[in-house]
């Protein structure tokens, strides 16, 4: 069974930061490329940043010099680490395989960014 468990979220000024965290299982994590998405109320889930199986990264331009992604491969997580956090990150964020796994969706972690 695939699974994908997010945790880190929370609730940070602007300009702090956040590392989020997920644990995957049921894939063969080492031989998968991962990525983080996140969805804004009322908005769709978009791409944030991938990271694969040797460890190159792609992100959106959005987060960019912002948000790093890292994966450990024995324990099978996936992070990101998000600095200098604008309102315009609040959302809940997943993460899944990239290409996306569309029937194992996590329950996400909402990050909210307020002063």
């Known amino acids: 069974q695939v699974q994908f468990v997010e945790s880190g979220g929370g609730l940070v000024q602007p300009g702090g930061s956040l590392r989020l965290s997920c644990d995957a299982s049921?894939?063969?994590?080492?031989?998968?490329?991962m990525g983080w998405y996140r969805q804004a109320p009322g908005k769709q889930r978009v791409f944030v940043a991938t990271?694969?199986?040797?460890?190159?990264?792609v992100y959106a331009d959005s987060v960019r010099g912002r948000f790093t992604i890292s994966r450990d491969d024995a324990k099978s997580t996936v992070s990101l680490q998000m600095n200098n956090l604008t309102p315009e990150d609040a959302a809940v964020y997943y993460c899944?395989?990239?290409?996306?796994?569309?029937?194992?969706w996590g329950q996400g972690t909402q990050v909210t960014v307020a002063s």
């Open positions: 899944n395989q990239s290409p996306p796994d569309a029937a194992n």
């Open positions: 990271v694969s199986v040797g460890g190159d990264t």
């Open positions: 049921g894939i063969t994590f080492s031989l998968r490329t």
